[in-house]
């Protein structure tokens, strides 16, 4: 039985995992999300939108959102103990502590090297 649908449409209907990137593991993320064809994922709503022009001054960050905020690493204090470790940030606006449990050896010096840019 012939299809209904022009030729130029089936590359639609291919599955998510043609596409460059995407292999087993994350085609399956993607098909319980949107679906098995490259259709679904088109027709896919998102339900969220960051903005990630939007760059609040630490002290003004709205709560319980998230934000993309240009700081520089100020300090690394490494937990001792049950005591989590912490890297201190900030800019002009103010500072924040992230707070790192369990981090192992030397991972966050690494990460976070004192006086660069995140």
Request: hydrophobic share 40%.
């Given at each position: 039985?012939?299809?209904?649908r022009?030729?130029?449409?089936?590359?639609?209907?291919?599955?998510?995992?043609?596409?460059?990137?995407?292999?087993?593991?994350?085609?399956?993320?993607?098909?319980?999300?949107?679906g098995?064809?490259?259709?679904?994922?088109?027709?896919?709503?998102?339900?969220?939108?960051?903005?990630?022009?939007?760059?609040?001054?630490?002290?003004?960050?709205?709560?319980?959102?998230?934000?993309?905020?240009?700081?520089?690493?100020?300090?690394?204090?490494?937990?001792?103990?049950?005591?989590?470790?912490?890297v201190?940030?900030?800019?002009?606006?103010?500072?924040?502590?992230?707070?790192?449990?369990?981090?192992?050896?030397?991972?966050?010096?690494?990460?976070?090297?004192?006086?660069?840019?995140?």
């Open positions: 039985m012939a299809t209904l022009p030729s130029l449409l089936d590359p639609l209907f291919a599955s998510v995992q043609s596409l460059k990137g995407v292999g087993p593991k994350f085609a399956g993320l993607i098909e319980k999300l949107a098995p064809r490259l259709a679904d994922l088109l027709y896919h709503k998102p339900f969220r939108v960051i903005e990630r022009l939007n760059n609040p001054p630490i002290l003004k960050a709205p709560t319980g959102e998230p934000v993309i905020l240009d700081v520089e690493v100020q300090a690394v204090f490494p937990g001792q103990g049950s005591r989590p470790s912490r201190r940030v900030g800019n002009d606006s103010g500072f924040l502590d992230l707070v790192f449990f369990r981090a192992k050896g030397d991972y966050l010096e690494r990460t976070f090297p004192v006086g660069e840019r995140r």
